[in-house]
């Protein structure tokens, strides 16, 4: 027979003799269909086939393709120049090929490059099932995909979803980042990274990230670390102890769980940390502790801080604690805007100025920082003012508190009080409807219907009093216009002296003299050595000068017209004798500091600490590394 007819003879049993040979083993076996070969031989009692030279063949859509083939029933041993393709995207090259016909399972070996689109595997062994389209390799492999490729020594690709997942020292690359953990699943689609293990990313700008579990998308730069996650890039560290989220576009920043954010100029900690790094914009919960961040220029601790440090604007919500180097303030609510120097707080305000010690306790509280003016109100606001040996309290409906104009150098503050002040101190108590004090000459002066108490029997009253002070210690009180002053031992009988104007003097407390100008009268009840009243003595003139011993009066002398009487304790009507304008005014007087303010509003100071017991007072650079599972090298 001539040779090309040899040739037509063999393409003939190529395409009729898989039917012949599987019709005798098996109708439901599926037909492997040799397409085309140069040489063949075919044993059929051993049911085995050999063919050579430019080899195909296609078993249920996928074509096949080496140099020789041995099939031996439905498996199949191809050799040399191995290419399997399906469909119009996935090409698989290799030096050798086993393929089982039943399961559809191919094992490659040598060389093995996979190959879908843009996306190559390469291998020196790789498994793949046609059917499934699901392709693996257990002793190392690269994947890429464009510019990122993938290495590791076992994965699992799902050519279906585009889901590989790699297993055992797997390294990922990209432009942008390096990856290394032990397990994670990319999707070449999505160019989704999930970690499946502990992993460390490292981008090239010099960012880490590290976590335990989540997800990156490369393309989106949007990345969410589960499990103790990690950040650090330059001077910046974040850490928390369950999540983190990372948007490199828009350079946010969401930890959740013990979180702690540090950076040169700031250390910031709370429950949940959110960080806008454009905008320069913390929100910190504290949960069920406290949020924490300090810089610079000042503390903040709070429930909730929202502090925009762009814009230089804070909020802060639940009770919050506010620390700068001139003042503390405390409160429930606080919003601020520093830039323009003008803010407020609400909700039980505690406001301390370090340089005057003086505090303010207030419901609200308005502040304007560049002009250093405040203005609080609310459950009777009080002011302190802290002198060497005492502390005087101020309060009323509405207080002010302010700086004269610095530009002619005068720094002294101004405080001001008014409707229904209260006054109370170790020294003296009072009442009245106005007040105003200045720390240039520290005189309290009092306005409508003052009255004072400066011991337990002496009261103190005037259309207006000024309070002076000397070494920190009350010295001199004034009492101007309708001047008054009384004392008793029982709140009966009543000693009593009344001027125009009346000057007296104060040593340890006590009263040691005074001077009546204008119009003097004074009423005094006599006693025996049994302390029995006996009578009372008036006298009217023009100016008198008085002076104590223990409060208890030891001479007088008198000027001018005199007009003094003695009555007999059963003769005297002690009601028409009063001084004009008598009045036992005890009710008013502030006896514990409580009563300075409304019922249940706060009087203490702070309640917050300005330091976190879990902090250290300076916050090092390296605090972070410390933490177990930090980034320290790429041994990893």
């Given at each position: 027979m001539r040779p090309s007819h040899l040739k037509y003879l063999f393409c003939f049993l190529l395409y009729f003799m898989p039917g012949m040979i599987t019709a005798q083993v098996k109708d439901t076996v599926d037909f492997i269909n040799f397409e085309e070969a140069k040489h063949g031989e075919i044993y059929t009692k051993e049911k085995k086939s050999i063919f050579t030279g430019e080899v195909a063949f296609n078993h249920n859509g996928v074509y096949f393709y080496a140099d020789t083939v041995v099939r031996t029933g439905q498996f199949i041993k191809a050799i040399g120049n191995v290419l399997i393709q399906q469909g119009d995207t996935l090409s698989i090259f290799a030096d050798s090929l086993h393929y089982n016909a039943d399961t559809r399972q191919c094992e490659l070996f040598s060389n093995v490059s996979f190959t879908k689109v843009d996306q190559k595997l390469y291998t020196e062994k790789l498994s793949y099932n046609t059917e499934t389209k699901i392709a693996a390799y257990d002793n190392n492999g690269t994947f890429t995909?464009?510019?990122?490729?993938?290495?590791?020594?076992?994965?699992?690709?799902?050519?279906?979803?585009?889901?590989?997942?790699?297993?055992?020292?797997?390294?990922?690359?990209?432009?942008?980042?390096?990856?290394?953990t032990t397990k994670l699943k990319y999707n070449s689609k999505k160019s989704l990274v999930t970690f499946l293990a502990p992993i460390i990313v490292k981008q090239k700008d010099g960012t880490k990230l590290y976590s335990e579990s989540g997800f990156y998308d490369i393309g989106k730069k949007y990345g969410e670390f589960n499990g103790n996650p990690q950040y650090q890039k330059d001077d910046v560290k974040a850490i928390a102890k369950d999540r983190m989220v990372y948007d490199g576009t828009r350079l946010y920043y969401y930890l959740l769980g013990d979180a702690r954010y540090q950076d040169s100029l700031r250390y910031v900690q709370g429950q949940s940390i959110k960080y806008y790094q454009k905008k320069e914009y913390f929100e910190i919960d504290g949960g069920k502790g406290f949020a924490f961040l300090q810089d610079s220029a000042q503390m903040l601790k709070g429930k909730v801080i929202k502090y925009d440090k762009k814009n230089d604007i804070l909020k802060t919500t639940g009770r919050s604690r506010i620390e700068d180097k001139s003042f503390i303030i405390e409160s429930d609510n606080n919003d601020f805007n520093n830039q323009v120097g003008k803010g407020s707080s609400s909700g039980n305000v505690i406001l301390y100025d370090k340089e005057n010690q003086t505090a303010i306790h207030a419901e609200e509280?308005?502040?304007?920082?560049?002009?250093?003016?405040?203005?609080?109100?609310?459950?009777?606001?009080?002011?302190?003012?802290v002198n060497d040996s005492d502390t005087i309290y101020l309060s009323a409906d509405t207080l002010l508190s302010y700086r004269r104009d610095t530009s002619f150098g005068d720094t002294s503050r101004i405080i001001q009080?008014?409707?229904?002040?209260?006054?109370?101190?170790?020294?003296?108590?009072?009442?009245?409807?106005?007040i105003y004090y200045t720390s240039l000459d520290s005189i309290f002066r009092l306005y409508d219907q003052p009255v004072l108490w400066s011991d337990t029997t002496n009261q103190y009253s005037g259309d207006t009093i000024l309070i002076f002070q000397k070494d920190n210690k009350l010295s001199q009180l004034l009492l101007q216009e309708k001047a008054r002053i009384l004392s008793t031992d029982d709140e009966v009988y009543f000693n009593q002296i009344a001027g125009k104007t009346i000057q007296a003097f104060i040593s340890d407390n006590k009263l040691k003299s005074l001077r009546v100008n204008g119009n003097a009268q004074t009423v005094f009840y006599n006693k025996n050595d049994k302390q029995e009243y006996t009578g009372v003595n008036t006298l009217d003139c023009s100016h008198l000068t008085a002076y104590f011993e223990d409060n208890k009066l030891d001479n007088i002398k008198f000027y001018k017209k005199n007009d003094g009487k003695y009555y007999p304790m059963n003769k005297a009507n002690h009601a028409a004798i009063q001084v004009p304008g008598f009045k036992w005014d005890i009710a008013r007087r502030p006896m514990t500091l409580e009563e300075m303010r409304s019922e249940r509003a706060n009087v203490r100071m702070f309640t917050i600490t300005a330091q976190d017991p879990n902090l250290e007072s300076e916050v090092k650079l390296d605090q972070l590394q410390n933490e177990p599972g930090y980034i320290k090298s790429e041994k990893k």
């Open positions: 995909n464009g510019p990122t490729w993938v290495k590791s020594h076992s994965a699992t690709y799902d050519t279906k979803t585009d889901d590989i997942i790699l297993n055992d020292r797997v390294f990922v690359q990209d432009p942008d980042f390096d990856i290394k509280a308005v502040m304007d920082r560049k002009n250093d003016f405040i203005k609080a109100y609310g459950k009777r606001a009080m002011v302190s003012i009080a008014y409707n229904d002040v209260k006054i109370f101190g170790k020294s003296f108590q009072g009442a009245c409807d106005s």
